[in-house]
């Protein structure tokens, strides 16, 4: 039997989806293994956004929606307090009532915490841990795509491609200000990119359809366009033409927590305004910048396409006019420059590049991901497809939704399809670097890398801004 024939049938096919398979001693020990670099990795990103936090790290973030909707859960009700929920901005008042009309995930999330802690709880220290650990299972996804699985019979993948990956995540994208910020809208990106890697790593790994179907429900509670990560599951299932019977089967299995999800939300819509498919968003208080567009157009329209196809691609930073040596030297060349950046005390001399609340463009926010297009090997080819199906047909929602994630920095809605992108990313590291594309790489990671950084700083308030 040829090599390429042994591993056609090492791939799992729709009949032995979730059938489990005995793990020898030394998988045993590089599982092990693969855990504890997961732990530091989370640790390593958890020290730096916690640093970046600076003091709000010690605090309730200024829009804590989620932790007064887990409050009224737990005694009850759906309506928030209203003598706090008067004061935060997207909030639904209806019938006498105050509601948080966003996806209710993030709250059941922080029920125990509530519960123990009451309506005061830190959802800014929640933020961040949840935040780190996303890191973590960023690199356990991209681990288990070494390995013979569900997605196919393994990209032959090192931990060296894992970390980087993972770090990009974390330090590269809007994930590390959406953690660092844990305001609702945020907090809601950092809770659906953690069952989104958790839906991911089930279908590198067994697939399982109901496993499979629970973690992608759970992401869809907290973001909804991350149901449209359903055709990832269902082009991996279909891959080998399987019995249309059990075929069918299996897809019972892992549409039934979808299902239910929209359900319990469609009742919920029922018990809070009286209608399944009154979701409360055009009683909504929102941004005076806002209304004007979302009464001329509607929630979704193609006339809201151009601009935020701007704000994820093409938006400029801000950038002030100076000479640069002399900046440099009224800053106090390079070590004012490092004490600028890490200072917890304001500078009296501006930084000159800040950022556009309404976004700004993947070339200057996360521009490592560059290296997420390039072609796979061929064998890689079905997975590669599947992945940017799914990130794509994710983010038509987004890109049609009536404000482009104001105010942010960067693009924050690229967070509903950004674990997608981690897998293409791998792909595109996993070919052979010549040096200067590796070089290239570097370079582009730690512009990724400061820039969300001085996004995250920017975003709060906190030096050198």
Request: aromatic share 14%; glycine share 8%; with cysteine.
């Amino acid at each position: 039997m040829s090599a390429a024939a042994a591993t056609r049938r090492r791939v799992p096919t729709a009949r032995s989806v979730g059938k489990p398979s005995a793990i020898p001693a030394a998988g045993r020990r590089s599982l092990l293994f693969d855990g504890a670099a997961a732990l530091i990795l989370s640790a390593l990103t958890f020290a730096v956004y916690r640093w970046t936090a600076g003091p709000g790290f010690a605090h309730q973030s200024a829009q804590p929606h989620f932790v007064l909707l887990a409050s009224a859960l737990l005694h009850g009700h759906l309506w928030v307090d209203p003598l706090r929920a008067a004061r935060l901005g997207d909030i639904t008042p209806y019938a006498g009532h105050y509601y948080v009309s966003f996806p209710p995930m993030p709250a059941f999330l922080l029920l125990p915490f509530v519960a123990r802690f009451g309506p005061g709880f830190n959802d800014t220290l929640f933020s961040i841990g949840l935040g780190a650990l996303d890191v973590g299972l960023c690199y356990l996804l991209i681990r288990r795509l070494s390995a013979p699985g569900f997605a196919g019979p393994g990209l032959a993948l090192g931990r060296g491609t894992a970390i980087v990956v993972a770090l990009t995540l974390g330090l590269g994208t809007v994930l590390f200000y959406s953690a660092v910020t844990a305001t609702v809208w945020y907090l809601a990106h950092v809770v659906a990119v953690t069952f989104l890697l958790l839906y991911l790593l089930e279908c590198a790994g067994r697939g399982r359809p109901l496993i499979a179907g629970l973690a992608l429900a759970a992401a869809f509670l907290a973001r909804t366009p991350a149901v449209f990560g359903l055709l990832f599951w269902c082009l991996l299932a279909l891959r080998d033409g399987a019995a249309r019977a059990r075929l069918t089967a299996v897809l019972s299995r892992f549409a039934a927590p979808l299902t239910l999800a929209v359900a319990f939300l469609l009742w919920q819509n029922q018990v809070r305004f009286g209608s399944p498919t009154d979701f409360g968003y055009y009683k909504m208080h929102i941004a005076a910048q806002l209304a004007p567009r979302l009464q001329a157009h509607g929630q979704f329209s193609r006339a809201f396409l151009a601009d935020n196809l701007k704000a994820l691609f093409l938006d400029p930073p801000l950038v002030s006019r100076i000479n640069p040596p002399v900046w440099l030297s009224l800053v106090g060349g390079p070590a004012g420059l490092f004490r600028m950046f890490t200072s917890r005390v304001g500078s009296s001399l501006p930084f000159p590049i800040a950022f556009d609340p309404w976004g700004t463009g993947l070339w200057a926010v996360s521009p490592a991901l560059l290296f997420a297009v390039r072609l796979p090997r061929r064998p890689d080819l079905p997975l590669w497809l599947a992945a940017w199906l799914s990130a794509i047909v994710i983010a038509i929602p987004d890109l049609l939704y009536y404000n482009t994630g104001w105010g942010q920095y960067g693009y924050r809605f690229l967070l509903d399809f950004a674990p997608f992108l981690m897998l293409l990313l791998a792909m595109g590291l996993r070919r052979p670097f010549a040096p200067p594309a590796r070089a290239l790489f570097g370079i582009l990671f730690a512009i990724s890398v400061i820039s969300n950084y001085l996004g995250a700083r920017w975003f709060l308030h906190l030096p050198p801004y």
